[in-house]
């Protein structure tokens, strides 16, 4: 209910001197302003109160210099200057920056405020840039995408410098490749009380007393051959030319016009050197790629045990005898793939040669080599000597010939299914269609030298599966 009772004025209070100031000075002056700016009639408190405001918004905007470049120094430090004026005051950061900044009341952004990006960042004596935050987790969108780029760039990288390099990692995967494959050789010798040095002395002079006989068994019957196919060039051109069939032949597609055509074509010398050339620089590469397979072999036959050694301690401590098993077990069975390949390869060239002298044909010596050489390749090897084998007969007869063929088709099924299993069977244990598909792979990617690695490495990855993939998988 309303109030009726009368209202109490409660009467002025009395107005109390202030104390005498200067005259002069800036606190006269400082006081003559806030009498002018808070009234003559103004209370005691009301002025004490207005002049703390005062101080705080006059004073202390005077003794805050603003700072070029932020938003306060848009603002006047006094009072009577261009704001109180009504003229705009001369911007000191663009416009472009400005409309970038936050509105009034909100935390100053960093990126415009110099004292508290400081702040913000915790600069002080000691860090005058600041203290680094916490690290962040693997999780963390920004890691994880970096660091797949980063796989990404890394495996692009990778993948372009093999290819570019690709020629001497072959030979250097070859030469470790005949290291592991002799090493057990030298072992026993070891075993005979012989130093590893002088043991490897000795089955690397027996490597390359393997290579010389080579070269000496096939490099001077070809060259007597390529001599006298030269000379006798004009009589194989008279007798083809007397051949009915071939007559029969050339007035059908006119094969001698167009031979001859092509010899007196004026760039037919130019056409033969190059091939001449060419051939040089297989023969001049091949011969550089052998020396090379042969010195890198000797290093790494040299310190296998070192190398060994140095890829075991890169595995941690409480696996590395497990580890160091799998590999020497890895290594033995390598070296018997090498050592039964050689095994293989040498009955064929032995039987190869013991038939070939049999049956008269010329040249049995290089053919046996042949034969036994492309031996080491898996699948296709024996039917290539074969091939050659039995075309070389051909020549020295039709019943010669077909003898040869039936010779070569006999011992390819004696040896796919009698001596190739006997051999193989303890040196690498592996399925034969295992075997067929990775030769099948390992041609396909790397040519003769994928075939001859594949096997090996199928072994070691079908020994690895069955050791360690396998029984933890029977754990889970």
Request: glycine share 10%; hydrophobic share 50%.
């Amino acid at each position: 209910m309303p109030d009726d009772s009368p209202r109490q004025n409660n009467p002025p209070t009395p107005a109390v001197p202030s104390p005498a100031l200067p005259a002069d000075g800036p606190d006269a002056r400082s006081e003559a302003a806030l009498r002018d700016g808070l009234g003559a009639d103004t209370s005691v408190g009301e002025r004490e109160s207005g002049s703390a405001v005062a101080e705080a918004g006059g004073l202390g905007e005077a003794r805050s210099a603003p700072v070029p470049g932020t938003a306060a120094a848009e603002v006047d430090v006094l009072d009577g200057g261009a704001a109180g004026s009504g003229e705009r005051p001369v911007p000191l950061v663009p416009d472009h920056v400005r409309a970038l900044e936050p509105e009034g009341g909100e935390t100053p952004d960093p990126l415009f405020d110099m004292e508290q990006r400081r702040r913000e960042a915790g600069a002080d004596k000691l860090s005058p840039f600041g203290r680094p935050g916490e690290p962040l987790g693997k999780a963390h969108p920004f890691v994880f995408g970096f660091t797949a780029a980063l796989g990404v760039i890394c495996a692009w990288m990778l993948v372009q410098a093999v290819l570019s390099a690709r020629q001497v990692i072959v030979l250097i995967v070859v030469s470790m490749f005949l290291a592991v494959g002799l090493n057990p050789a030298v072992e026993r010798l070891q075993r005979a009380r012989l130093p590893r040095g002088g043991a490897v002395a000795v089955v690397f002079l027996g490597l390359v007393l393997a290579f010389v006989g080579v070269g000496f068994a096939v490099i001077p019957p070809l060259t007597e051959q390529i001599t006298n196919f030269i000379d006798h060039l004009p009589t194989y051109i008279d007798e083809l030319g007397k051949n009915e069939r071939v007559r029969e032949l050339d007035r059908e597609h006119q094969i001698l016009k167009k031979a001859q055509e092509k010899v007196t074509d004026p760039n037919f010398g130019q056409s033969a050197i190059d091939g001449v050339v060419g051939v040089g620089r297989v023969v001049v590469g091949g011969i550089f790629s052998t020396l090379t397979v042969l010195i890198l072999t000797l290093y790494f036959l040299g310190s296998l045990p070192t190398i060994k050694t140095f890829f075991y301690r890169l595995v941690p401590r409480s696996r590395r005898a497990r580890v160091a098993l799998l590999g020497d077990e890895i290594l033995l069975r390598i070296g018997g793939y090498v050592a039964g390949t050689i095994t293989v390869a040498f009955i064929a060239g032995t039987v190869a040669y013991i038939f070939l002298s049999i049956m008269g044909i010329k040249f049995a010596l290089p053919l046996a080599l042949f034969v036994g050489i492309t031996a080491l390749i898996p699948l296709v090897g024996a039917t290539i000597g074969a091939i050659l084998g039995c075309t070389v007969a051909f020549f020295d007869g039709t019943f010669t010939g077909i003898a040869c063929v039936i010779f070569f088709l006999v011992y390819q099924q004696v040896e796919n299914y009698v001596i190739h299993p006997r051999v193989m069977k303890r040196a690498v244990d592996v399925q034969p269609a295992v075997t067929i598909i990775a030769a099948l792979l390992g041609g396909t990617l790397l040519g003769i030298v994928g075939a001859l690695l594949a096997i090996p490495i199928a072994a070691a990855l079908a020994l690895i599966i069955r050791e360690v993939v396998l029984p933890r998988q029977d754990t889970l």
